[in-house]
């Protein structure tokens, strides 16, 4: 990061055409983003303090609970302080860290899903060897596998984004730090910049996504050859809530990096379902559709009745 830029500070703009309904927003944004911790929370206590679900597939659910508590707080907080009527204004280091934090977070969690997607492709197609292949040293490996991708690609972006020179203006026409809205702002030619940011985001999403419909075609070709009704219907419903929550992830990715002429409301609009709504829906998402919710109920059942007491 280069010391002699001339800008100390960004002003964030906030959601473009939303004049006037801040406090409104922020009442929204709010609700849902206090609803996504409780939820996240909740159920990594759920995961925690039940033995029952001290298995593979839980142990990636508690990691992406977790990343669904951090990921949001990224961006909503600053937010949330600005819809209310306070300052705009993010440091030159706070933005740096506001975009490397979202990146590897998101990042992170992209290849989270492809490993809980090979989670799930050894539970359906190799049942009999699944405690075998997926023993405690190949989960934690996996795990800090992801860690370590989602910081180098984090890593390389903000590199590519704060090496250029800022010299003004400093508004950013968008409610956080991201790429396509802040290396506009450089007064150095930053097309490199824009370039290799590109290709990073899509070969990083493409090989995820590639990983995912391999996982997933296998299988779709193993539910298909189970003969009984009750068996295919039992391997569909543990693997339909990974596959939405996937699409519920890659499909903002797509519209936003991929799109060849940026749209900053749709972006805007794209961002707020990506950063806030989702890691909402995806504690719903995993949590409801899956067998062990009565155990779930059970814990947080329980955690109501402490909290009463």
Known sequence: MRNHTEVSEFILLGIPQTKGLEMVLCAIFLFIYLFTLLGN???????????????????????????????????????????????????????????????????????????MAYDRF?????????????????????VIGTWLVGALHATILTSLTFNLNYCGPNQVDYFFC??????????????????????????LALMLWFSICVFFTHIGIAILRIHSKE???????????????????????????????????LNALVQILNNIVSPMLNSLIYSLRNKEVFSLRKVFYNIVLTLQE
Not at 187 to 201: E, K, L, Y
């Open 122 to 142: 050894v539970a359906i197609c190799h049942p009999l060897r699944y405690m075998l292949i997926m023993k405690p040293g190949v989960c934690m490996g996996s």
């Open 231 to 265: 068996g295919r219907q039992k391997a569909f419903s543990t693997c339909s809530a990974h596959l939405t929550a996937i699409l519920c992830a890659y499909g903002p990715v797509i519209i936003i990096y991929l799109q060849p002429t940026p749209k900053p409301l």
């Open 41 to 115: 929370l909740l159920i990594l206590t759920a995961i925690i303090s039940s033995s029952k679900l001290h298995t593979p597939m839980y142990f990636f659910l508690g990691l992406l609970s977790t990343l669904d508590i951090f990921f949001p707080s990224v961006t909503c907080p600053k937010m949330l302080f600005y819809l209310s009527g306070q300052s705009q204004a993010i440091s030159y280091k706070g933005c740096a860290a506001q975009l490397f934090f979202y990146h590897f977070l998101g990042s992170t969690e992209g290849c989270l899903y492809s490993v």
């Open 178 to 203: 991201d790429i396509p809205a802040v290396i506009p702002l450089a007064c150095s030619d930053n097309s490199f910049a824009q370039w290799m940011g590109f290709i990073n985001v899509s070969l």
